[in-house]
Nanobody, 116 residues
Framework: QVQLVESGGGLVQPGGALRLSCAASGDIFSFYVMAWYRQAPGKAREWVGTVSSGGIKNYADSVKGRFTISRDIAEKMYMQMNSLKPEDTAVYYC???????????WGQGTQVTVSS
């Protein structure tokens, strides 16, 4: 059974920083694609960024230059979020996908609130 557990969310002032973590358990292999998504109140879930098994990273334009995704050999993924804006307020979700089978997994989400 695959499980993804996010942590690190919270309340931060505009311009501040947070570091989210995603711990993977179960059969998450190093070749899985891992990503972060977010969902703001009343809006659809949107892609934030992806890190491939080879370490290639891609980001949404809205976070490029402010957010940095990384992953380690223990299949833990991180996202450093700097220069946070009120529009970054959302529930952030960890995502993992087996590129061979297409099977995907989601975490339960962690709330990030950017407000003064």
């Amino acid at each position: 059974q695959v499980q993804l557990v996010e942590s690190g969310g919270g309340l931060v002032q505009p311009g501040g920083a947070l570091r989210l973590s995603c711990a993977a358990s179960g059969d998450i292999f190093s070749f899985y694609v891992m990503a972060w998504y977010r969902q703001a109140p009343g809006k659809a879930r949107e892609w934030v960024g992806t890190v491939s098994s080879g370490g290639i990273k891609n980001y949404a334009d809205s976070v490029k230059g402010r957010f940095t995704i990384s992953r380690d050999i223990a299949e833990k993924m991180y996202m450093q979020m700097n220069s946070l804006k009120p529009e970054d307020t959302a529930v952030y979700y960890c995502y993992a996908r087996n590129p061979s089978s297409g099977t995907a997994y989601w975490g339960q989400g962690t709330q990030v609130t950017v407000s003064s």
